[in-house]
């Protein structure tokens, strides 16, 4: 069982097997694991929007391409939390006309944040 974000269910989590899916299906997921080795899954096409450095890793002739799997060791899993779910969020409102809600960071998570968004280019 494995942990999933849920681009229609932002800031909620969702259970998937993945051994009930074909290869395809967990093709369509990329594996991003902390510098403690957690490990968040996302829709693959919501990262490479989100994220130029996912992209170019995804989209490039890189080991990340052909595993589906990002390891980003100088990110911390609480860190790495808190950019999936902005991810998740940046896709969600992207194209949104209505009135875009805040994305709530915490003061003391505002540095490491910058830090990871600017690697992550997000």
Known sequence: IL?????SL????????????????????????????HEFFMDRETAITASQTIRLM???SFKEAQDNIIQLPDIS???????????HYKAQYSNSESRIPEFPIEPELALELLIAAKYLDC
């Not at 899993?77 to 991810?87: A, D, P, T």
């Open 3 to 7: 942990l999933v974000w849920s681009t």
């Open 10 to 37: 932002l800031h909620k989590k969702t259970i998937l097997s993945m051994a009930d899916k074909s290869d395809e299906e967990a093709s369509s997921y990329v594996k991003l694991v902390s510098a403690e080795g």
């Open 58 to 60: 995804l989209e490039g």
């Open 77 to 87: 899993g609480y860190i790495l939390e808190k950019v999936v779910q902005y991810l």
